[in-house]
């Protein structure tokens, strides 16, 4: 069994970063495909990104392109979301998720293993 720990989350002013980390223990999450997924206050959770399991795919949702960038290291068994030039509507808890899967998936039903989520807000 997998276990998903995030962290990193905080309060930002808008146009600042963050960088989130989703720590993975049990075993090895080096053959999941990973992603980001998010929750704003009242919303539904939506895809942020998704990498593969080499990194040799990554998947962005239109809104953060060019501002978010997902990355893994596998030797370290942690997946990582940097967020750049951030809004208010970034705001939201993050979740991290994991499945066993060749390629890039972005349905939340999809993934087999979440952490707890962190939260981000970011104000204006």
């Known amino acids: 069994q997998v276990q998903l720990v995030e962290s990193g989350g905080g309060v930002v002013q808008a146009g600042g970063s963050l960088r989130l980390t989703c720590a993975a223990s049990g075993r090895t999450v080096s053959s999941e495909t990973m992603a980001w997924f998010r929750q704003p206050p009242g919303k539904e959770r939506e895809i942020v990104a998704a990498?593969?399991?080499?990194?040799?795919?990554?998947y962005n949702t239109d809104s953060v392109k060019g501002r978010f960038t997902i990355a893994r290291d596998n030797a370290k068994n942690t997946v990582y979301l940097q967020l750049n030039n951030l809004k208010p509507e970034d705001t939201a808890v993050y979740f991290c998720?994991?499945?066993?899967?060749?390629?890039?998936?972005?349905?939340?039903?999809?993934?087999?293993?979440w952490g707890q989520g962190t939260q981000v807000t970011v104000s204006s």
């Open positions: 990498i593969t399991w080499r990194g040799a795919s990554t």
């Open positions: 998720a994991g499945v066993l899967a060749s390629a890039y998936i972005t349905r939340d039903v999809d993934y087999k293993y």
